[in-house]
């Protein structure tokens, strides 16, 4: 099962690649009056509150690598993949460390709609020697999870974007959890929104975590904020994103060194670059770092965001004025 999954990704990378090759860019150079008239796919782009103002190719709208999601979706009908690798080192419950696949793919069917698959194909995990055991290592793939979302409040000045967002895992992996865990279902509050060149992505949420016959509430809040980096010669290309986030762990009860811990809370720190290669090729990377004693102490990760250029469905073309959309941040 492992080495399908392992088959299906490769195939997948392969057809990002194909159809990236094939994708055409609109030539800078544009007349006046072809820039003045909106095309369905900017329309699309505006709808999604993305960055669409000058762009005539669908635009993706990353969630990874950042805990927190964002409140705004992608542009409606168009598929986004999303895939990265991890590296994680030091958690909780003697995991010394684990490497992992970890993948996602988006779909808006409504501009305020969003359905979304979420899955981790492979895990390699290492544990740590203990008295009566010695060190070793195993192969896992992790939880399948689906969600939808749906936008509440769209963006208005500075007045943000709302969402909210339900997930159910609809398949249980026996890949080893870092230090946050897997839930069997999970509700959540989505905030983005702009503060000046800032823009900012905050969730709130309650999930469902099981170890028979225990089953036990966890929350978490997360904090992310994105800024251009060199917006003028970069061309808003290049992003860098800090966050910070806290989650209850009701299933964890001893640290990283195995001591005991009663009342267990994850809390860390994330920076990530981000880089649009195209306009629905985004690039990342960036590194984790656990500040509790019952937090993963590492962790690293690299992986891109790609919208497919083609709709899945056509749609009658809208007319529409000038477009007032905002620039704001792709996360």
Not at 168 to 173: L, P
Request: net charge neutral.
């Amino acid at each position: 099962m492992v080495c399908r999954a392992a088959l299906a990704t490769v195939l997948l990378a392969g057809s990002f690649f194909v159809s990236f090759a094939q994708t055409k860019v609109p030539a800078s150079g544009t007349s006046h009056d072809a820039q003045s008239t909106q095309t369905q796919v900017q329309i699309d782009n505006a709808e999604s509150t993305s960055k669409p103002d000058d762009v005539r190719i669908p635009e993706a709208n990353p969630s990874r690598p950042t805990i927190s999601n964002p409140a705004h979706i992608p542009p409606v009908g168009y598929l986004q993949f999303e895939q990265g690798f991890l590296q994680a080192n030091g958690s909780p419950s003697g995991l010394d460390g684990q490497f992992s696949l970890v993948q996602a793919m988006r779909l808006s069917v409504h501009r305020r709609v969003m359905v979304q698959f979420q899955s981790q194909p492979i895990a390699v995990s290492r544990f740590v020697a203990t008295s009566s055991e010695a060190a070793s290592s195993q192969l896992d793939p992790g939880d399948l999870v689906l969600g939808i979302q749906g936008v509440l409040i769209r963006e208005a000045g500075r007045k943000p974007t709302i969402a909210i967002g339900y997930l159910h895992r609809v398949r249980a992996g026996s890949a080893p959890d870092l230090d946050i865990g897997s839930f069997s279902q999970s509700a959540v509050v989505l905030v983005s929104g702009d503060l000046g060149s800032f823009h900012y992505d905050s969730n709130f949420s309650i999930s469902e975590q099981v170890a028979d016959p225990i089953r036990r509430a966890q929350f978490g809040q997360t904090l992310s904020v994105t800024h251009d980096l060199l917006p003028e010669s970069l061309h808003d290309k290049l992003e860098v994103t800090g966050e910070i986030w806290h989650y209850t762990q009701p299933l964890v009860d001893t640290t990283r060194t195995g001591a005991p811990s009663p009342q267990s809370n994850a809390v860390g720190t994330l920076w990530t670059l981000g880089y649009t290669l195209r306009p629905n090729l985004v690039l990342d990377a960036g590194f984790a770092r656990g500040i509790t004693s019952t937090s993963t102490a590492w962790q690293g990760f690299a992986g891109f965001t790609y919208l497919l250029p083609d709709r899945l469905w056509s749609q009658t073309e809208v007319a529409a004025g000038p477009s007032h959309h905002k620039h704001v941040h792709r996360r």
